[in-house]
């Protein structure tokens, strides 16, 4: 599970909560809380991107949101070390028991990416029909991703404009409301409540739309590696080349550190270790 979106959330509250109570050198004025709560404006700001988003998107993407959420929420499931020694293993069957071989391990596999790749294999279809299918597919699924993204991105736009209008609706009410002949005594403090919807959206933008669209496009990015991954690994049983050197191939989609550990590297001065089989 990863908690980070979390953590940041309750971290950035926390702080900010402090910068407001803390008033430095008399110490903390919790009563200052009150100047920042305002329902009117959280109704505007929140309301406003709300509908906004409803009215940007349909309800088959809308839907998506709770499957959203969970995808941020239960971490990494796609780990490319674990499909490159995956893919290792069954090159090394299809050179010895040959490709329907390939079948009952494909049967056992729980992603259906990694399973209609292998069973392209095993059907005996032309690697160029095999590339373009799987390619196909990955545009797909990157095309998908990038709309659920685009909604969260959508919402972190729309925060702070409705914050900015509901900062200029409290501003047009303060000055139609202004009485010169009482001196407009009550002018800064209209002006707190009318700017605290800026200060909602802004929050709400960065806070948390922002770090969903960007935990999900770090989701995306590893996913799409690994598929990737996959493309070129069964390509490689197909036409049955060494699997030490598919490994070697496949390794070089990997970051540099994520290399290292592949091969057994014990560092940037040490020998290699034999990897497991």
Known sequence: MDITTIIGVILGTVLIMFGIVFVPPMGFNFKQIINFLD?????????????????????????????????????????????????????????????????????QQTDPFLKQSIMLIVDATDS??????????????????????????????CAPAFGMIGTLVGLINMLRGMDMESGGGSIGKDMSVALITT????????????????????????????????????????????PKFMKEKLISYLAQKDRDVALGEEGAGGGRKKGKK
């Open 39 to 107: 329902p009117t404006s959280a109704l505007i700001v929140i309301g406003g991107t709300i509908s906004a988003v409803i009215a940007s998107y349909p309800v088959s993407m809308l839907k998506n949101i709770p499957v959203h959420i969970k995808i941020m929420m239960q971490g990494n499931k796609y780990n490319p070390l674990d499909y490159i020694d995956l893919l290792v293993e069954f090159s090394q069957i299809a050179r010895k028991n040959g490709l329907l071989a390939l079948e009952e391990k494909a049967n």
């Open 199 to 242: 200060f909602y959206g802004v929050l709400m933008a960065n806070l948390i739309f922002a770090p969903i669209a960007k935990k999900l496009t770090i989701r995306n990015d590893d996913e799409y590696l690994c598929k990737q991954i996959i493309i070129e690994g069964v390509l490689s049983i197909q036409s049955g080349e060494n």
């Open 128 to 157: 160029e029909k095999i590339r373009t299918m799987l390619n196909n597919d990955l545009d797909y699924l990157a095309e998908r991703h990038a709309e659920g993204v685009g909604l969260y991105e959508k919402a972190a736009a």
